[in-house]
């Protein structure tokens, strides 16, 4: 099992250009997330996806589109990048037995627009 | 979600104990408190979680008080791999999914040799 994996690890894009990060789980999970890491700061919800065919916004969408491809994966495009998207990003996947649920990252894109 | 109040940073000698604290007063009846780590770099690691009851397992004890109130994270023994970011978390543990876990700035927690 690999687990969640992200790709690529590391990104540099100019202002104004676009580019999709990929997660994908091999875990048969049905929930799947994507977080932003800001420096000195806990997680931030970008977008999460409760099943398979449906996405919902987090704490903080602007800027960002999601699409929820199939079970495995979950992907994450930013259309015009700006510097304020300058992050580390951590996709995440879900299961849940009874009252037991945990979540499991990968790790983690490190994203910088100039 | 209710919110949790913990430490910024704390500093642990290898191979005693790291109690780790965590408060959330406004915590409600059905809300479950979780705690996760970051070691740097990596994405965050599961720990433990529970609702009113101890919890053990392999890698740490949460207990939580009688009020639930507040609780507190236990590493039995740590070690120089145990220094990581760790966060206490609570929220609603019904339905549909794990997708508003507000992680806060948790607690850096630095075990020294």
């Known amino acids: 099992n690999a687990g969640v994996t992200q790709t690529p690890k590391f990104q540099v894009l100019k202002t104004g250009q676009s580019m999709t990060l990929q997660c994908a789980q091999d875990?048969?999970?049905?929930?799947m997330y994507w977080y932003r890491q800001d420096p000195g700061m806990g997680l931030r919800l970008i977008y999460y996806?409760?099943?398979?065919?449906?996405?919902d916004k987090g704490e903080v969408p602007n800027g960002y589109n999601v699409s929820r491809l199939n079970k495995r994966e979950f992907s994450l495009r930013l259309e015009s990048a700006a510097p304020s998207q300058t992050s580390v990003y951590f996709c995440?996947?879900?299961?849940?037995?009874?009252?037991?649920?945990?979540?499991?990252f990968g790790s983690g894109t490190q994203l910088s627009v100039l | 979600d209710a919110k949790t109040t913990q430490p910024t940073s704390m500093d642990c000698a290898e191979g005693r104990a790291a109690n780790l604290p965590c408060n959330h007063s406004t915590i409600s009846g059905n809300e479950y408190v979780y705690w996760y780590r970051q070691i740097h770099s990596q994405g965050p690691q599961y720990i433990i979680h529970g609702l009113k009851n101890n919890e053990t397992n392999e890698m740490a004890s949460l207990i939580i008080t009688e009020d639930r109130k507040s609780s507190t994270l236990i590493l039995p023994h740590a070690t120089l791999r145990d220094t990581a970011v760790y966060y206490c978390i609570v929220r609603v543990n019904y339905g549909g999914s794990q997708g508003n876990l507000i992680f806060g700035k948790g607690t850096k927690l630095s075990v020294k040799p």
């Open positions: 995440a996947s879900s299961y849940r037995i009874g009252t037991n649920e945990k979540l499991f």
């Open positions: 996806s409760a099943s398979e065919g449906t996405t």
């Open positions: 875990m048969n999970h049905n929930s």
